[in-house]
């Protein structure tokens, strides 16, 4: 498709388990960001890539979060463990990454539309 | 990045001008200001963004001050559709915080 794709858009799981939510950017986008957006609230930075590293991991709540991305491309979210506080909607965006500096730089992000995550 | 702050709320009445405020007073010289806003569950949307010039387009326009500290969002003729959060952010590389934004609300 033309745009972010995320999967699942909707995942109840239990507390303990593990989830992997998936984030499919546009296509030659070579930044990745993850933020979380819980109930009524805005949106918590998690982790961004440029290509396949992750030069800022500084919004990953805990070591129970983690993200990896190949291939430039599909990048994969886990929450190991899950807790009722790591409900939220998880969204992912992509951009081109074109940070020229000083001159006229094309930084918008694309979002998906979020995979809602309700832990029971 | 630079802290911005914009007020929690504001209202505006159907077809006119929804001037939203942003702070942004700690703003380097290379940080950009950027707004996107974000209509109720879905995810946010890109609006403008700029450097130092005032810019527009088919959405809105944005009005940056001269020294930088503060800027304007405008929806010319607002609508219902434009009810939503409206969230400034001044960035520089690839780091977009995004602050509580402005919830924006269009009256018929």
């Known amino acids: 498709g033309a745009g972010v794709s995320q999967s699942p858009s909707n995942k109840v799981t239990e507390k303990g388990k593990d989830v992997e939510l998936r984030c499919d950017p546009i296509s030659g986008h070579t930044a990745l960001y993850w933020y979380r957006q819980s109930l009524g609230q805005g949106l918590e930075f998690l982790i961004y890539?440029?290509?396949?590293?992750?030069?800022?991991k500084s919004g990953l709540p805990s070591d129970r979060f983690s993200a990896e991305r190949t291939g430039g491309s599909v990048s994969t979210l886990t929450i190991q463990r899950t807790q009722q506080e790591d409900s939220a909607v998880y969204l992912c965006?992509?951009?081109?990454?074109?940070?020229?500096?000083?001159?006229?730089?094309?930084?918008?992000?694309?979002f998906g539309e979020g995979s809602r995550l309700t832990v029971l | 990045d630079a802290k911005t702050t914009q007020p929690p709320s504001m209202d505006c009445a159907e077809g006119r001008a929804a001037n939203l405020p942003c702070n942004h007073s700690?703003?380097?010289?290379?940080?950009?200001v950027y707004w996107y806003r974000q209509i109720h569950s879905q995810g946010p949307q890109y609006i403008i963004h700029?450097?130092?010039n005032n810019e527009t387009n088919e959405m809105a326009s944005l009005i940056i001050t001269e020294d930088r500290k503060s800027s304007t969002l405008i929806l010319p003729h607002a609508t219902l559709r434009d009810t939503a959060v409206y969230y400034c952010i001044a960035q520089y590389g690839q780091n977009f915080v995004f602050g509580p934004g402005t919830r924006l609300s269009v009256l018929p």
């Open positions: 965006a992509s951009s081109l990454g074109r940070f020229l500096g000083g001159s006229r730089q094309s930084g918008e992000l694309f």
């Open positions: 700690t703003i380097s010289g290379n940080e950009y």
């Open positions: 700029g450097l130092k």
């Open positions: 890539f440029q290509g396949n590293s992750a030069p800022d």
